[in-house]
């Protein structure tokens, strides 16, 4: 979308927008970037505020700005998760290509974290951003252009495997409810293509995450390949999409799948699998009630010194979160997120910039039915005694 297609008001408002927003730090200063915000809220100013300064917060917190360079995605994500650029529609918007059917979510579930899933395709749209901005000529972009994108999403292979296993759907919901919060208005079009009877089970469960105007962007096909591939050359030249999908490209080896681009995703080797015993050597034990929460409070004396934490529960996932004490209050340090940990421990550290009381949160309150043992070692560090690798240097 150009922002020329705005109208004299909707301009105005931007502008007052721009005003209203200005102490934030923005990953994007463009008008495009704002736009969406406002696109995505029917230009209220207020809402769109809110959703803007909450996706800030949420990029703050899981440190997204510089996600490219950090996250180092496990070699099972990069293997057997089937999603990629594959090219450009014909409004110069990347296309990307995604093989859900074939992809074998309980062994990518069994082999990387959830979380770790989640956040790969958080760095997927993020690495696809990156592109297109830093590639203005390739992309025949604009400031006043705002990125969007245009997906495929491969059904053919998909069974009631996936819509039954409870981490693959807990993942789908979450990364739409990411997308719909944090990347407004950077779906162009989303064809849904070679859809089992089973889809019509799946849907109605992802359905109520998804926002209206997004709904409108999506269109669902069976297997009728003569109606897709109409529908999709209709929006991309064939030059820009495999062969398989009803355009020109093919491997260096003629395979229509373009398999160099984009994976066929696969069964996941059991040698991928975590372990299903973690380590309890050197960790104590805590038990948390169905519906409870237990807190362990841990004493920083210098600032600069690391909390650290590894822990796994023997009954499933648990909700995490580090606070800080501030009087009667408790200040979010690491927000609480629900951790699947029952088959590989949860590892990680805070540097701690004050000194004060930090509370480690176990929350059970979302289950009413079962009570979950922790296994944990937690303990607090100098930064003094510490090297780049975390040795002791005394």
Not at 318 to 335: C, D, E, H, N, T
Not at 359 to 380: C, M, P, Q
């Amino acid at each position: 979308m150009d922002l020329n297609q705005l109208s004299d008001s909707q301009k105005a408002i931007l502008k007052q927008f721009r005003e209203t927003i200005k102490d934030c730090q923005l990953p994007n200063s463009e008008d495009a970037y704002l736009a969406r915000w406002l696109i995505a809220r029917d230009f209220d100013i207020p809402k769109a505020e809110k959703m803007l300064r909450n996706s800030l917060e949420w990029r703050r917190q899981h440190k997204i700005d510089t996600i490219r360079d950090d996250l180092k995605p496990s070699e099972v994500l990069t293997n057997y998760v089937s999603a990629s650029l594959v090219g450009r529609d014909k409004t110069q918007s990347p296309l990307w290509i995604t093989r859900y059917g074939r992809m074998d979510m309980k062994g990518v579930l069994r082999s990387a974290k959830k979380r770790d899933f989640i956040m790969y395709v958080v760095y997927l749209v993020e690495t696809s951003i990156w592109r297109v901005i830093s590639d203005p000529q390739k992309y025949k972009r604009s400031p006043d252009t705002m990125v969007q994108t245009t997906v495929i999403f491969d059904l053919e292979g998909l069974s009631m495997q996936h819509i039954t296993n409870k981490q693959a759907v807990d993942a789908a919901i979450k990364i739409i409810q990411i997308y719909e919060a944090n990347y407004p208005e950077y779906l162009s079009r989303v064809f849904v293509i070679n859809a089992p009877k089973v889809f019509s089970i799946a849907y109605p469960i992802l359905k109520p995450f998804i926002h209206e105007r997004t709904r409108d962007k999506i269109k669902i096909f069976g297997h009728d390949s003569k109606q897709w591939k109409a529908a999709i050359l209709a929006e991309v030249d064939p030059e820009e999409l495999p062969a398989a999908y009803g355009g020109s490209m093919t491997d260096p080896d003629g395979n229509p799948n373009c398999i160099t681009i984009v994976n066929m995703g696969g069964e996941v080797p059991k040698s991928y699998y975590f372990s299903c015993k973690p380590d309890t050597a050197n960790k104590k034990t805590l038990s948390v009630s169905s519906g409870s929460k237990e807190h362990l409070e841990f004493q920083v004396d210098k600032a600069g010194s690391v909390l650290k934490w590894n822990f796994h529960c023997e009954d499933g996932d648990i909700v995490f979160a580090v606070y800080r004490k501030q009087g009667s209050a408790l200040i979010p340090i690491v927000p609480a997120d629900r951790v699947d940990c029952q088959m590989s421990p949860e590892e990680g550290e805070l540097d701690c910039d004050e000194t004060g009381v930090y509370v480690v949160e176990f929350d059970n309150g979302f289950s009413y039915l079962r009570s979950k043992k922790i296994w944990y070692a937690i303990s607090v560090e100098s930064a003094t005694v510490r090297g780049a690798d975390g040795i002791s240097l005394d």
